[in-house]
């Protein structure tokens, strides 16, 4: 007990000084300051092509998306619309239409970038409410034109005893900004 207290009265009474060069000009032992980013410029693309869907029937089907990152406060978020799983034969026999949210995971911009999505929307061949999401990957290939790689899982549900899951690979040709 009394080693304790001893301890106890050491630390007490003990106390910090300051280096008299640190003490004389405040300003100068401040941590430097990294100097603020640039706002994010506003980016985004446009991309038609088509996708391998499972779920269902497996087929070939055509896919696009519009993609919409404002920049500024909004940072890396950002809106995507897409057109996903309209059937070829007999020409847009059945699809989906969704709106989303997405945010920019990773990047090299402007030659690589990985983008995540959150969607809803309304199929058709039977009308039925969507929900889904998935990972978006461009890659520039040559200026503003790249290609997008676009795997997506969604719940299509026209009741509840007869929703299923639809996962689309998606390969489209893309104008990247």
Known sequence: MRR???????LASARA????????????????????????????????GGATVFGGADRLTAAGAIDVLPGGRFGKWGLI???????????????MLTLGV???AAGARPRLVIL??????????????????????????????GLAFDVTAHVVAPSIDDSHVVISLGMLGALLR
């Open 116 to 145: 995540l999505h959150a969607d809803l929307g309304v199929a058709w061949g039977p009308t039925a409410p969507v929900i889904g999401g998935g990972v978006k990957t461009y890659l520039g290939v040559i200026g503003p034109l």
């Open 81 to 95: 619309g897409a057109y996903r799983d309209v059937e070829l034969r007999p020409v847009a026999g059945h699809g």
């Open 4 to 10: 304790a207290l001893a301890i106890a009265l050491l």
């Open 17 to 48: 000084s300051a280096d008299p060069d640190e003490a004389a000009d405040p300003v100068e032992a401040a941590e430097p300051v990294e100097p603020a980013r640039p706002p994010r410029p506003l980016h985004g693309s446009l991309g038609a």
């Open 102 to 104: 997405l945010r920019e």
